[in-house]
Every structure is written in C-alpha cells, then in structure tokens.
C-alpha cells in the first residue's frame, strides 16, 4: 500500500534558522511528488512537483529535494511569513491512481 | 486570474438536512476533486470526475453526492446519511485525472453540525 509519513509533525525556528522538513514514502512506482503550502483557513497552494530521485526545485527560500525512499524540503533563513502547514503528496503509477497526502508539518516561525 | 471558487466558506447543518457544497473553477481543466480534511489527518479523496457527465466514488463516498453536468461546475451535496459531517471540505482540479500535473485547489468551506 502506498504511504506517505511526514515529520516532525510541528517545527518551530527562530527567524533565520535554517532547516528541513521530511517526508518519507513507499510506493511501488512514482508518478510525482507534490509538495503544497497551506495557510490556516485556506486551501493547499501548490509549490513544487518533483518527478524523480535526484531531482530537486528551489523557489524563494525553499528547495525541495527528492530521493528513491523521501523528499526534503530545506528552508533557508526562514522568515515568520513562511509559517503554514507544509503537505507532501505523492501521486502512484497505475491505471486509477490518486494522490496519497500526509498528515502536513506545521511551521511556526518566530520573529 | 484564473482559479477555483468554493462556497460558501462557512456553512451549518441541521439534523437530517441535506447541503450543497459549490465548486466553480475557471482553470478549463477536465479533471475535478472533492477531499475532506480532518485535524491531524491527510487530505481524503470523496469523489472526482474525470470529465463532464462522469464522476467515480473516492475512498470515502459514502453519505455524500456529486454531479457535473458542466466542465465548471462539480457541487458536492452532503446527505443526512453522512453522521459526521464536521470538516473542511476541498475542491481541486486538474488538467487531466492520472496525469503528473499539480491538482490545485480552492479556499476550502467548513461545514459545521447546529
């Protein structure tokens, strides 16, 4: 069964204390691996799809990286307006597949 | 600008009522979604539609209905026979289903019990 784990559950960095966010997956063939942004109250807003292992994709302070077994995404000197909960998804090969979501990360960045 | 409209944004249900979520996106993509999100669980695929006329049972359909009976539209109807219907509820869409491009999604309506 295809599984996605995410952690640690919830980060909390000071301002400009760099650091990464995990997500770790088993599935018997890969499509893709999303990683989306959400803002409390809002929608997950999409930020990076990473195809295959060695792969990687920057935006801003952000750069997602993927490997045959997880993704990192790095945060470079994070700033407080980059807390939100981060959600990876990862979308099987197959017929029929669906995105399989984790349970997110939550980071809180304090000023 | 381009993008997926859900209301309302807030919504309460009383005891054996039937309600409709809407979904609208102008993205002119085939493919829509609805997931349920619950506090410290992932996104659950309800129902999608592939393209207009044609939707397919998520991994938890049931208590909930579907139509799309336009390629902008794909409403979800929460039954009373769906007994915990508290949660956020998401629609996306996609330019194609089974296809690696991003499902983007709209802002998301929360439906409370009264």
């Known amino acids: 069964e295809d599984q996605v784990t995410q952690s640690p559950e919830a980060l909390r960095l000071q301002e400009g204390e760099s650091s990464s966010l995990n997500c770790s997956y088993t599935v018997s063939g890969l499509r893709g691996l999303f990683w989306y942004r959400q803002d409390p109250g809002k929608g997950p807003e999409f930020l990076f799809t990473l195809y295959s292992a060695g792969e990687e994709k920057e935006k801003e302070r952000l750069k997602a990286t993927l490997t045959k077994k997880e993704s990192f995404l790095h945060i470079t000197a994070p700033k407080p307006e980059d807390s939100a909960t981060y959600l990876c998804?990862?979308?099987?090969?197959?017929?029929?597949?669906?995105?399989?979501f984790g349970k997110g990360i939550t980071l809180s960045v304090r000023p | 600008d381009g993008g997926i409209t859900q209301s309302p944004k807030y919504l309460f249900r009383k005891e054996g009522q039937n309600v409709t979520l809407s979904c609208e996106q102008n993205l002119n993509h085939d493919a829509m979604y609805w997931y349920r999100q619950d506090p410290g669980q992932g996104l659950r695929l309800i129902y999608y539609s592939q393209i207009v006329n044609d939707f397919q049972k998520g991994d938890i359909a049931e208590g909930y209905s579907v139509s799309r009976e336009k390629k902008e539209s794909f409403p979800l109807t929460v039954t009373s026979a769906q007994k915990n219907p508290t949660a956020f509820y998401l629609c996306?869409?996609?330019?194609?289903?089974?296809?690696?491009?991003?499902?983007?999604f709209g802002d998301g309506t929360r439906l409370s019990i009264l």
């Open positions: 998804a990862l979308y099987p090969t197959g017929a029929n597949s669906k995105l399989t």
């Open positions: 996306a869409s996609s330019w194609a289903f089974n296809s690696n491009q991003p499902q983007h």
